[in-house]
């Protein structure tokens, strides 16, 4: 497609070339930024990541993207190697090295290290984690406000806790990936994912809602990664009088709704203007405009001023 749209769209920047990148306690030149072919991460896709933004010098809700992070590092028996006080200071660090206070996007990756061999085992990996972190300018672009997200549906599904929970932000995406490759496929720009019962759940990126008659849902969290931002819009409409429900739902509901969005860290909250070749609504969109004034509100009184 031509007109190809992503959620993690953003202003192209010259500064991301000579960015430079967090590995192990060195920051270096992107170019220069490498880690082995026996890394856990590459091998196997045994991590744990972690998205943010900065704003004014400040980290959106760091407090709750460090316990998910710890959580599933926990979950996964993946030794961090430092404290929050420590992922800070390298936060910090590497923020000083590219000159960022602004409109920036990182991604943390820690993995389980280098293996001594090519093989599964997680006793392989006996030299402690690797740890990563990209830092890029990255001002998400303003068409998509208007133009909004095409959505498919898609026969990759979420699975199940007892197979690989969602709820872990691990490094093994093969899942969503194939889900966005379907929806490629399809003509549309990312994918809607059912649950194992066949009730909408999540994209392959974000998590998905959708608005009728006043009221916002979105499905109940059981097969989708619990993001930050998910919970912020919950939070956001149970205090400020809008209905919310956590809830199952069909593709029949979703096809109908009024409208429809999708949140993340990187894009907040991006309208969906289409499932499946079927228009959502009019274009209007005055819940998700009012949602996203209050989360740009909720912003900028954490970071201390305006986004």
């Not at 710890?70 to 390298?90: R, Y």
């Not at 389980?112 to 006996?126: C, E, N, V």
């Not at 989708?224 to 149970?238: A, P, S």
């Not at 809008?242 to 999708?262: M, Q, R, T």
Request: glycine share 8%.
């Amino acid at each position: 497609m031509t007109d190809h749209k992503t959620t993690h769209d953003a202003d192209a920047d010259i500064r991301n070339r000579d960015i430079k990148i967090y590995v192990n306690g060195d920051i270096v030149h992107r170019d220069a930024a490498k880690v082995s072919v026996y890394d856990a991460g590459f091998m196997l896709g045994d991590g744990i990541w972690e998205g943010m933004r900065l704003y004014h010098g400040s980290w959106a809700f760091f407090d709750e993207h460090m316990d998910r992070f710890f959580n599933s590092c926990k979950a996964i028996a993946l030794d961090v190697g430092m404290d929050k006080a420590g992922i800070m200071d390298a936060l910090t660090r590497t923020a000083a090295a590219n000159d960022m206070t602004h409109d920036v996007h990182c991604r943390l990756m820690l993995t389980r290290g280098i293996k001594d061999k090519p093989f599964q085992h997680p006793a392989l990996s006996t030299s402690g984690p690797t740890l990563v972190i990209i830092m890029e300018h990255s001002k998400p672009v303003d068409r998509l406000q208007t133009a909004g997200i095409r959505l498919a549906s898609v026969p990759q599904v979420r699975g199940l806790p007892h197979a690989q929970d969602p709820k872990l932000n691990s490094h093994s995406k093969l899942n969503c990936i194939i889900a966005c490759l379907q929806a490629d496929a399809a003509g549309a720009d990312e994918a809607l994912m059912l649950d194992p019962h066949g009730f909408v759940n999540t994209t392959n990126a974000c998590n998905f809602f959708i608005v009728r008659r006043g009221a916002v849902w979105t499905s109940t969290g059981d097969y989708c990664m619990n993001g930050v931002t998910r919970q912020k819009v919950i939070d956001l409409c149970r205090g400020n009088d809008i209905p919310v429900y956590e809830k199952n739902f069909s593709l029949y509901e979703a096809y109908g709704a009024d409208e429809a969005f999708l949140t993340g860290t990187f894009g907040a909250q991006t309208p969906v203007a289409q499932i499946d070749g079927k228009p959502i609504g009019d274009g209007d969109r005055p819940v998700t405009r009012i949602i996203q004034g209050l989360y740009k509100d909720l912003i900028a009184q954490h970071v201390g001023g305006d986004v």
